[in-house]
C-alpha cells in the first residue's frame, strides 16, 4: 500500500522560509512522477513543482519559479519543497503527489499559512 506523509507546513510572515518533507512508503519514489500540488478552499488543485521519474529534472509553475526548489533523496524515500521569498499568496495546503500513467497516490495534506 502506498502512502505518502507531508510535514513542513506552518506559519511564516512574508518573505519567510518553509521546507516541505514527503515521505513515501509501500513504494520507490524514483519510479514515479513526483510532484507537489497546492490548493485553496473552492479551487483547483494546482501543480508547483515536479520532479520526473527515473530523473533529476525539475519543472515549475510560473507563479513559484526562481524561489521554490524540489528535491528528491532516494535513499531516503523522501522529496522535499524548500519554499523562500514566501507570498500571502502562497497560503494553501500542499500535496505531495505520485504519478504514473493513470494513477495517482496522494498524501493527506500540509497548511501552509502566510501572514503578517
Known amino acids: 500500500q502506498v502512502q505518502l506523509i507531508e510535514s513542513g507546513g506552518g506559519l511564516v510572515h512574508p518573505g519567510g522560509s518553509l521546507n516541505l518533507s514527503c515521505v513515501a512508503s509501500g513504494t520507490l519514489i524514483y519510479i514515479w512522477d513526483m510532484g507537489w500540488f497546492r490548493q485553496a478552499p473552492g479551487k483547483q488543485r494546482e501543480l508547483v513543482a515536479r520532479i520526473v521519474r527515473r530523473t533529476d529534472d525539475a519543472n515549475y509553475s510560473d507563479s513559484v519559479r526562481g524561489r521554490f526548489t524540489m528535491t528528491r533523496d532516494v535513499a531516503k524515500n523522501t522529496v522535499y519543497l524548500q519554499m523562500n521569498s514566501l507570498e500571502i499568496e502562497d497560503t494553501d495546503i500542499y500535496y505531495c503527489?505520485?504519478?504514473?500513467?493513470?494513477?495517482?497516490?496522494w498524501g493527506q495534506g500540509t497548511q501552509v499559512t502566510v501572514s503578517t
Open positions: 503527489n505520485a504519478n504514473y500513467i493513470s494513477t495517482d497516490h
